[in-house]
């Protein structure tokens, strides 16, 4: 048997990619510049030079018509992989998404299967602004027909990938940029983390803490923060965001009676809002607080000192944690400078 070893997540996309193509011909990788020297961030690195062209290539510039041709490919018997650098531009192929690849199994009486990948990043990185930041994946959630992977981790980016290579329904694959350099213990072998289980990456008894995304890695901060001042902090990672584990979500909530969901996206209508609904419908009679955090409520502004008000941090998230943790003491945040130490901190992963 491998041992895992330490593997950046961009590794790992790679990795999964890689040994997917070798095991079924039918998997091809495409998409704007994924053939580059720069490998959409290395994720596709090596792979032209190993596949050819015919496997690995890059297309136009037109989002709607290349998601049509992965759809057609899909149907036709093939795996394609189709990268979309960024969410925001998935807007232009929606109803390819929605009212083709996401409907046709049931359309078609379970005659036609679409066993489509579309990768996409989001998040952040030198305040690149509205319409380059956007996390849309509450949008995908809405849809019956439609999976969401959202992996926090270079475990679980690997696993989900062979994952949603290997279903025969369309797979929404969203990827926070600044997990790219994030470092995780990863087997060598070709393993699935399936879709519907989500994990307990922290254990406490005080406030439960479901991240989203990168907003996993930040809670772990957070919740760091928030032991130092006796406040034991559960997170959760639900890895797929559709199937959604409610289950595991719910049993800790009921546990410790309040539940902050930290979110890569607006609060309006989100996952956060659906999330906190489920649990809510489940256990009326628990009582349990809730709060949700994400976006501010305005379009993401270019400059990084309103960039710092705009996203979630460590900070922000260990500070409403304790208001719902010990909401008879006086509000608490910890300084910018403890804050800040947290968010350097190079995340391990959960294990």
Known sequence: MSEPRPLRYVEALREALDQEMARDPAVFVFGLDVDDHLAIQGSTKGLLDKYGPERVFTTPLSEDAMTGIAIGAAMAGMRPVHVHIRMDFMLLCMNQLVNIAAKAHAMWGGQVRVPLVVRSMIGKSWGQGAQHSQGLHALFMHIPGLKVAAPSNAHDAKGCLIAAIRDDD?????????????????????????PGRARVCRAGDDVTIVGISNMVQESVRAAELLAEVGVAAEVIDPIWLRPLDIGTILASARRTGRLLVVDNGWTMCGASAEIVAAVAERAPEAGIHVKRIGFADATCPTSPWLEAHFYPNPATIAAAAWALARPDAPPWQPSEERAKLAYQVQFKGPF
């Not at 929404?172 to 470092?183: C, D, G, K, Q």
């Open 170 to 194: 369309p797979v929404i694959f969203m990827e926070h940029r600044l997990l790219y350099p994030t470092v995780t213990e990863v087997d060598p072998a070709p393993f699935a983390v399936p």
